[in-house]
């Protein structure tokens, strides 16, 4: 259990050790490394406990039958609208999706409608698309937001191929309650 912990934190120590080597030669670059992490992770801790918050309270409030019905396996593409939806109207970085799509698995949404939970909300927000029509055009952001959705659905269904079988059941395995 122990080892198993150390390893958890291998990338982040290596790249510690690295950003610490580079204040030893270059300290000026140093201090901004540290700047900028430190910067970050502050607004990751403005960022995550909220996200935190609102995936505890779906997980209690909404029942898992009808998650499963709407997003399960057999939702078909009710539940890939509903994935979009969920995506395109979500505000925040990527990285806050990921405890999201943990719920949504442990709710027993389809692998295919998690993707493309995940690829809606990096590429298809609607702020995003109302920024973009007014900077660069309507028929650019509709065109844009046309290929993303495209995008999407090839990329989800591409993978629920290449996934093999034994693959996704241990994805389910690990996020069933």
Known sequence: MKRKGLNSYYGFL?????????????????????AVAFQNTLFMLGVIPPIFVL????DVWVPKEKVIKKLGDASGWLGIGIAVALG???????????????????????????????????????????????SLGVR??????????????????????????EEQNEIRTRFSV
């Open 14 to 34: 290596v790249v510690l050790a690295v950003c610490l080597g580079i204040t030893v030669y270059m300290p000026s670059w140093g201090r901004k490394i540290f």
């Open 88 to 134: 395109a109207f979500a505000a925040g970085p990527l990285y806050a999706a990921f405890p999201v799509a943990e719920v949504l698995l442990k709710k027993g949404v389809s692998l295919r409608n998690v993707w493309v939970f995940l690829g809606a909300w990096s590429t298809m927000k609607i702020p995003m698309l109302l920024f973009e029509a007014q």
């Open 55 to 58: 995936t505890g309270l779906f």
């Open 140 to 165: 650019f952001a509709l065109t844009r937001y046309g290929m993303s959705f495209g995008g999407v659905l090839v990329i989800a269904f591409l993978l629920e191929r290449l996934v093999s079988l």
